[in-house]
């Protein structure tokens, strides 16, 4: 018998076949695709750099990361947030070693080359000496992020100078980030917490999580229903009752879900908001109102969503009541099958005490914070769904996204739900739709320009 061959391992082109609902595990952890996806997905796309809420004033930054390149925003003494590559131009140290602070000039530790808040080359130490003040510092400055645009206070970059405007990106997300997320009408979203941990994932188990696997809490969270931790701060029974309209797929691999249309939901916040005090009940009825005019003409009048993801790798969940906060992700690649989670609890400016100190005590102890129940149940499986890529007899096994394939925007019961006027592909909660949308564009990306 001849051996096997490398080439009897590969799996079959395409990579994506969203016809069939399958995805090669080669994607998952094979070094040559992730060099790619850093170029044609994190090169491309535009995104998530974190919320403005942090930079309020001009000297403001943080660091961040694109993809695997490291970036500096922070707000410019004109007050507009720009974005510089972390990497100096001498001999590459990074110029800025921190997570956040103020400051008026980034200075090289190595040896001193400093640069202003608008990434110009300004301090050259011994100029004259060393260089013979033949130096061109106009050159040397650090080179800036080309697109930057801010969405309801979240900041976002992208490389590609012929990238379509940010709103063009998001396209129906935006619709749905606009009204049901960023809480404009409440003074917009505040950090209240942040963490940030490793784990030995590939980035897109998270990404396309969020973006649409309802199907999985039942399972991979049953511990925390069956201990009965939930409870009523949840919303999850809001979920359980309705099986209507939930996961929306939307374009540029875009998704989202928990979907709930209705004022039934926001009259279940008002009764729970009575118990919490006047305060809550004046934020939950501001809220409603304010959604009512915004959603004056969308028949359907969603109220809540409870995750998402905006193509690659910002992902949010909670929401699920006006009661609860916001876990934002952001999912950095740091090789094909390790990833790095950042997470910031955000919650509207306007949020009473009461709300706050719910949605924090939710948050740590049971929810989406790296020491939560369910983000210890959900790292530990993309750990183990990533370790199943590696392996040569499994990794020739395609994995199955075929969930609700060719049904899309069916679903039982469908006839008593009026979901006119919202963007995207509208569908019920156990399908992998979002999905399939996500690797559909992913591959598009990624095998842009192979023959
Ligand atoms: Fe930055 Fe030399 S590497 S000054
Ligand atoms: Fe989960």
């Not at 003494?77 to 980034?106: D, I, K, M, T, Y």
């Not at 009026?418 to 591959?443: C, K, M, T």
Request: aromatic content about 12%; glycine content about 12%.
């Amino acid at each position: 018998m001849s051996p096997r061959s490398a080439s009897d391992n590969a799996m079959p082109a395409p990579l994506v076949d969203v016809r069939r609902g399958l995805v090669s595990r080669r994607i998952f952890s094979d070094p040559a695709l992730y060099e790619r996806e850093l170029e044609q997905v994190f090169g491309r796309c535009w995104l998530f750099l974190g919320p403005e809420a942090a930079l309020p004033a001009p000297g403001d930054f943080v660091t961040s990361f694109m993809g695997e390149d490291p970036v500096i925003v922070c707000r410019d003494p004109a007050g507009r947030v720009r974005a510089f590559l972390n990497s100096c131009r001498h001999r590459g140290n990074a110029v800025c070693q921190l997570e956040r602070g103020h400051a008026l000039a980034f200075t090289c530790g190595y040896h001193g080359w400093t640069y202003n808040t608008e990434g110009q080359l300004t301090g050259v130490p011994f100029h004259a000496e060393a260089y013979y003040d033949d130096l061109d510092r106009a050159e040397l400055g650090l080179l800036e992020v080309p697109r930057l645009e801010v969405f309801g206070g979240l900041i976002f970059g992208c490389w590609d100078p012929a990238a379509p405007p940010l709103a063009a990106y998001l396209g129906g997300m935006g619709w749905y980030l606009d009204r049901l997320v960023v809480a404009q009408e409440l003074g917009g979203l505040d950090v209240a917490a942040t963490t940030r941990y490793r784990t030995r994932g590939n980035w897109k188990f998270l990404a396309e999580n969020a973006a649409g696997d309802h199907y999985h809490t039942p399972t991979a969270h049953g511990a925390a229903n069956r201990l009965g931790i939930r409870g009523a701060t949840s919303g999850f029974e809001y979920a359980q009752a309705d099986w209507g309209p939930f996961e929306v797929a939307l374009e540029h691999g875009h998704g989202l879900g928990g979907l709930v249309t209705g004022r039934e939901t926001y009259e279940r916040d008002l009764a729970r908001a009575r118990t919490m005090g006047p305060e809550v009940v004046e934020y939950v009825t501001t809220r409603y109102a304010r959604l009512q005019e915004r959603l004056a003409d969308t028949p359907s009048k969603p109220y809540v969503i409870s995750h998402g993801n905006v193509f690659p790798n910002f992902s949010f969940v909670g929401g699920q009541t006006a009661l609860r906060g916001w876990v934002f992700y952001l999912i950095h690649p740091k090789g094909p099958t390790d990833s790095e989670v950042w997470q910031w609890l955000m919650l509207p400016r306007a949020a009473p005490p009461a709300v706050r100190a719910a949605a924090l005590t939710q948050f740590r102890r049971e929810g989406h914070f790296a020491a939560g129940m369910f983000e210890q149940d959900d790292a530990e499986i993309f750990e183990r769904t990533t370790e199943s890529t590696r392996s040569p007899r499994a990794r020739e096994l395609p994995f199955h996204y075929g969930m609700g394939l060719r049904q899309e925007g069916r679903w039982p019961g469908q006839e008593g739900w009026d979901i006119a006027g919202l963007p995207g592909l509208v569908g019920p909660r156990f399908s992998e739709h979002n999905q399939r949308g996500f690797y559909a564009y992913w591959a598009a990306l990624v095998q842009a320009g192979e023959p």
